[in-house]
């Protein structure tokens, strides 16, 4: 049943060795099972003579008319959009963690401009955070998705840290901290 903490009596493979195959035309051993090889190593071809690797070492130039500065908030437009937000983030959660983003209170400050762009500062619970790289993306992709919103931006920020103060009661409730 718990054959995982069974000790493997195999040695472990080598480190830098591909991982073994099954050879499916091979003929069967005597146990009846296909012996395993390791796959031959696949060459790379050399780029052409011609190939300009330096605009891959360089950061992607900004589409023209998109600028990721700092929103300055207009009143009006975040009074209208910022409920919005707040609720399709509060369809965002870690998945360590059974509450969202919002009301865990990851999420310091959302601005939004004049012309609809919407910034939203947030942090992480710790900056060795797994979800580190899906977190933000998926709050960009739903604030963005929010009628009357033209582009969003996520800035993770690390300064105020975030501690379990910043939960809110609702949040502290459900994970029984109350």
């Not at 690797?53 to 975040?78: I, K, M, N, Q, Y």
């Not at 790289?133 to 993770?156: C, M």
């Amino acid at each position: 049943m718990f054959s995982f903490f069974k000790k493997d009596p195999k040695p472990a493979a080598d480190v830098g060795s591909a991982p073994p195959t099954v050879q499916a035309d091979a003929p069967a051993s005597p146990a009846g099972v296909a012996e395993l090889r390791p796959e031959p190593a696949v060459a790379i071809p050399d780029p052409p003579a011609d190939f300009d690797v330096s605009a891959l070492l360089e950061p992607s130039p900004t589409p023209a008319g998109r600028t990721f500065a700092p929103v300055v908030a207009d009143a009006d437009a975040t009074l209208e959009l910022k409920p919005k937000i707040v609720q399709v983030i509060g369809t965002v959660f870690d998945p360590e963690i059974p509450v969202n983003i919002f009301e865990l209170g990851l999420v310091y400050d959302i601005r939004v401009g004049a012309d609809r762009r919407v910034w939203i500062d947030m942090t992480l619970t710790s900056p060795n955070c797994p979800s580190a790289q899906s977190l933000p993306h998926e709050v960009q992709y739903k604030a963005k998705a929010v009628p009357g919103v033209t582009d969003a931006h996520v800035e993770i920020v690390w300064e105020p840290p975030w501690s379990m103060e910043k939960m809110s009661d609702a949040a502290r409730l459900q994970l029984g901290l109350l």
